[in-house]
Structure formats: structure tokens, C-alpha cells
């Protein structure tokens, strides 16, 4: 299985920039795209897709999110951070069979 | 518009087999695929496998010797049975669409259910 590690928590002040990294020890990347994903999910709540393939903004979620990252090494970016963004940041790789990473725990300070 | 909705019981008695319904609408089965994801009270998300739109499902390794999904096309429903349960298996259980992308599939979720809570408890 592909191993996806993230930090367990970040605090960042309201209107600052997040950045939530995602480092997995196999290369997800496959003809040209890279098999990697992000949701958010608040507490309650199921997941809501934020990326997919990387860089690929969902459909309705705001320019503020945005995604890169090639390889092993992939981060999430919210900019500017607002209340709402209170969440717990999952990445997902689909390179192999799916895995999760534990989830990035997003304080607004 | 897309909803899917999970269904079954909140309470399985160790050792004994948990079944599970995911009811969709808005897409229809033989053109997305629909995945099983849990999620232990307080903790991450694992992904328990996937029925493809031409029905051939994939497992997660860890579950496959206890894991079955199966569909109904006619009916929009999406079912799944794991058989010996443990008390580790008290989760959340989501079902989620395969997305796509220029009609090609690249295994992330796109849409996904509320949910249903699985105790495993005697």
C-alpha cells in the first residue's frame, strides 16, 4: 500500500495562508497526471472534494483553494484562510488501491 | 442532482455479517462507479473498495477475505457485506461516486453520502 503522511494540526491566524503538505512513499505520479486528491470534511459532516489530480479545483469550490505537487511531495493552500475553513484536510492517493493520509487538523486562530 | 444515502442497521452483534445499502440518484450505475469508505469514531477515512459501471469491484487488501459489494442496477442501489465482525469494525460507513475527469476515471470521490453509524456490539 501507498503510505500518505500529513501533519496532525495547524493553527494559522484569519486571512493568513494554510498550507497542509502530503508526503507519500511511492511516486504517484502515471502518464502525465498525478493520482493525488484532497477533501475537507468537518466535524459531522461526510468529505467534500476541494482537488483532484493534484491541482484540479472541484466544481464550487472557491479560488482560495488551490493544490500542487508532483511525485511524493503534494500540498493544499487556502488563501486567505476564513472561519469556515475550520476542517480536518485530507489527501487521497489513487495511483494503487486507494489510501488516505491521517488528516491535517485546520485551527483559525 | 447527485445524492446517494446509505442504509442498514446501527447495531451488529460481534462475529455475525453487516449489511449495507447505498441508494443513488441523479447518475445511474453503469456509467459511475460507487466506493465504500469508513470511518472509525475520531478517526481517518479507509477506502473499502469499489463497484466499477461494468460491475468488476476492487478491494482494499485488508478487507478482501471479508468484503463483498454488489449492485442492483434496476433499483439504483449499491450494497455491501462484510462477514465477521469485530468491535475495530464500529465506523461510520460512507458510500461515495468514482469522479471523472474528460469521461475518464481517476478513483477520487466526488459526491458523497451522509453516512451511516455501525456499532459492533453484544
Known amino acids: 500500500d501507498i503510505v500518505l503522511t500529513q501533519s496532525p494540526a495547524l493553527a494559522v491566524s484569519l486571512g493568513q495562508r494554510a498550507t497542509i503538505s502530503c508526503k507519500t512513499n511511492?511516486?504517484?505520479?502515471?502518464?502525465?497526471?498525478?493520482?493525488m486528491h484532497w477533501y475537507q470534511q468537518k466535524p459531522g459532516q461526510q468529505p467534500k472534494l476541494l482537488i483532484y489530480?493534484?491541482?484540479n479545483l472541484a466544481s464550487g469550490i472557491p479560488a482560495r483553494f488551490s493544490g500542487r505537487g508532483s511525485g511524493t511531495d503534494f500540498t493544499l493552500t487556502i488563501d486567505p484562510v476564513e472561519a469556515d475553513d475550520t476542517a480536518t484536510y485530507y489527501c487521497?492517493?489513487?495511483?494503487?488501491?486507494?489510501?488516505f493520509g491521517s488528516g491535517t487538523k485546520l485551527e483559525i486562530k | 442532482q447527485v445524492q446517494l444515502k446509505e442504509s442498514g442497521p446501527g447495531l451488529v452483534q460481534p462475529s455475525e455479517t453487516l449489511s449495507l445499502t447505498c441508494t443513488v440518484s441523479?447518475?445511474?450505475?453503469?456509467?459511475?462507479?460507487v466506493n465504500w469508505v469508513r470511518q472509525p469514531p475520531g478517526k481517518g477515512l479507509e477506502w473499502m473498495g469499489t463497484?466499477?459501471?461494468?460491475?468488476?469491484?476492487d478491494y482494499n487488501s485488508a478487507l478482501k477475505s471479508r468484503l463483498s459489494i454488489s449492485r442492483d442496477t434496476s433499483k439504483s442501489q449499491v450494497f455491501l457485506k462484510m462477514n465477521s465482525l469485530q468491535t475495530e469494525d464500529t465506523a461510520i460507513y460512507l458510500c461515495?461516486?468514482?469522479?471523472?475527469?474528460?469521461?475518464?476515471?481517476?478513483?477520487?470521490?466526488?459526491?458523497w453520502g451522509p453516512g451511516t453509524m455501525v456499532t459492533v456490539s453484544s
Open positions: 461515495a461516486r468514482d469522479g471523472e475527469s474528460l469521461g475518464a476515471s481517476y478513483w477520487y470521490f466526488d459526491f
Open positions: 511511492q511516486n504517484v505520479d502515471y502518464y502525465g497526471n498525478s493520482y
Open positions: 463497484i466499477w459501471n461494468d460491475g468488476s469491484t
Open positions: 441523479g447518475f445511474s450505475l453503469t456509467s459511475y462507479g
Open positions: 489530480l493534484a491541482s
Open positions: 487521497q492517493q489513487s495511483r494503487n488501491l486507494p489510501t
